[in-house]
């Protein structure tokens, strides 16, 4: 049986073949039968936008691959930085390439003076840290004028190293700003998640950093560093399509993961978590939201529909944390929740399953930071993530300037009224 599929338009008997490839074929079928047939898919729920070789998601296996490599070898064997040069070169460095890399990335945390001095002070005292965080990203390409020499490798390489190697400081600003606290400036003897958590909660010169919450940290940021076509890096690719430069495709991409709906869950978990307080309010709970009331935050995903491998390796990884820290009591809750929805045939229906969200922040917490920074602890690591597609599409022949078009639902022609002569 050859891999085709054939199109027939019922109205004029015309029809095309066309191959199917990894499981897509070209809409542009439609185009061969009559030039003015669009397909109809609001939000993209069964398109394909591109050819991408940077992540691999199976939904109904679980299975989440970074350049072949399955996440729970790197999340185990890997560091971040490491994960990070695999991403964006599509290969394990060698350890002359890695040497090379984290040196570059560490001697590139310091942000411009006049951002840490000028620009962060000018925020109301409680802004939202990822309201900053996007602000941040887009004003930090205002200080170099190479940013928008996107198609010259070497002045894109660098962009995207200072962009790797600032999010950090640019995160721990924010953070320090809220706090009223004094910035930490970057400690080049650090590792990259060990200067992030330094930057993040230095007070005085009695700061010790655990070796067990620093790996749990850059084991957070190998989970959240790419997940192929999800809301965010499809923002970045739109907003990249037009050559825009890294720095404020970024400032796009993280404003999308911002939304409750994405990003914005881990803290949207931790509220929920917190206003449900006790095991016992558990099952009332569930029957609100069965009921309607409000979403399960951190359940549910548009590809997972059996369980997210990440949230497998976040859960286990919030133990190791805990023995550290000392246990979250919202653990209790959210082990109580998740055992109830599961057993439960309205969230099973529905496939609704833990994803990465639902035990995120509660590492989070258990780190020390405060639940309206948690998504910015997400756009750290996936800021990686989104370069890599960026760097991709623009290299991509087949990708144009996005411009979809619209199945148009509004009043036919009518004529201009004047105002006196309106009802
Ligand atoms: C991330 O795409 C990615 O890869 C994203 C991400 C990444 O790494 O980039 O994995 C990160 O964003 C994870 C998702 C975090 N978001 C949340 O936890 C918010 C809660 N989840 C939902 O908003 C929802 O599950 C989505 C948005 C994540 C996915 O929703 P879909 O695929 O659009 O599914 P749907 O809304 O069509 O839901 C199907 C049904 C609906 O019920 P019915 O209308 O059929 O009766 O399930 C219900 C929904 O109402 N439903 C939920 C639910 N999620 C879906 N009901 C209660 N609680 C939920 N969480």
Redesign the pocket.
Known sequence: MADTITIIDDRTGKKVTVPITGGTFPSSALRELDPSLFMYDPAYQSTASCASAITYLDGDAGVLRYRGYPIEQLAEKSTFLEVAYLLLKGELPTAEQYAQWTWDVTHHTYVHENMRKRFVDGFHYDAHPMGMFVSATAALGTFYDDAKDIFDKSSFDKQVMRLVAKVPTIAAMCQRFSQGLPFVLPNNSLSYSENFLNMMFRVGDDYKIDPVLSRAMDVLFIL?AD??Q????TTMRVVSSAQTDPYTATAAAAAALYG????G?NE?VVRMLTEIGSIDNVPGFIEE?KNGSD?????????YKNF?PRATIIKKTAYEVFDVTGRNPLLDVALKLEEVALNDDYFRS?R?YP???FYSGLIYQALGFSVDVFTVLFAIPRTVGWLAHMQELLGDREQKLSRPRQLYVGVEERNFVPIADRK
């Open positions: 959240h997940h192929e999800n809301c965010g890096t409750p709906l994405h990003g869950a949207a939201i979403l399960l935050w951190g359940f549910g995903h548009r590809v997210d529905r609704l994803n990465v969200d």
